[in-house]
């Protein structure tokens, strides 16, 4: 198994330019999360899905964050402007969801974001 | 907003010593776990302890957890340079769904 990938690892922007970072979990799993880490904040959960549908996006810190899992195997973080105070790494995760019950999460590599 | 304290939040100890690391956490579980995450990687799931469960093995780790006092330790025994990175722990919220919240980490530096 591959894993849950993401793309790109890093990408530097300028602000006010739009960020898409993009995420496949691991087949099977129906359980997609998104997760901000900053020295400052530690680990945040921004959004999760479980079936496609997002289920809680409270984390989502403002209207300039938006997702979407169009199907089980794709789903996208935007950012649209981007500003500085976004430079984080952004982590996809997934999970087998209620079926297992264990709970585990299964993390990607992470996509680093510098906004300059 | 974060469910888990760890402590301490940084701890370097030689290869061959034991390091312990501490988590609290403020609200009912039903599971807690651990991760641990090497220097620009990703998480990496290492243990899960159930809250009916007081300890738990796995290797060289040892989970305890204290319900009474909402406290959970890990325990990395005869520790090795690998072993360097930034420990997790993470509970569920109440959500019926698996929403994991992670505490702030600890960094554990092993020197050889």
């Known amino acids: 198994d591959a894993g849950v990938i993401q793309s790109p690892r890093h990408e530097v922007t300028e602000m006010g330019q739009e960020v898409t970072l993009r995420c496949k979990p691991i087949s099977g799993h129906n359980s997609l999360f998104w997760y901000r880490q900053t020295m400052m904040r530690g680990l945040e959960l921004l959004i999760y899905?479980?079936?496609?549908?997002?289920?809680?996006d409270s984390g989502m810190p403002e209207d300039r964050f938006s997702a979407k899992m169009p199907n089980a195997s794709f789903s996208t973080l935007k950012i649209q402007p981007s500003e500085p105070r976004d430079s984080a790494v952004y982590f996809c995760a997934s999970s087998p969801g209620r079926v297992s019950n264990t709970g585990e999460l299964f993390f990607g590599e992470g996509s680093r974001l510098t906004v300059l | 907003s974060q469910q888990g304290e760890e402590d301490p939040q940084a701890l370097s100890i030689q290869e061959g010593e034991n390091a312990t690391m501490n988590c609290s956490y403020k609200t009912s579980i039903n599971n807690l776990q651990w991760y641990r995450q090497n220097s620009g990687r990703g998480l990496v799931h290492l243990i899960l302890?159930?809250?009916?469960?007081r300890e738990k093995h796995s290797g060289r780790l040892r989970v305890t957890l204290d319900t009474s006092k909402k406290s959970s330790s890990l325990l990395i025994t005869a520790s090795r340079a690998a072993d360097t990175a930034s420990y997790f722990c993470a509970t569920p919220m109440n959500t019926g769904f698996q929403k994991l919240v992670f505490g702030t980490g600890t960094r554990l530096l092993v020197s050889p």
């Open positions: 302890i159930r809250s009916n469960e």
């Open positions: 899905f479980n079936n496609n549908v997002p289920i809680d």
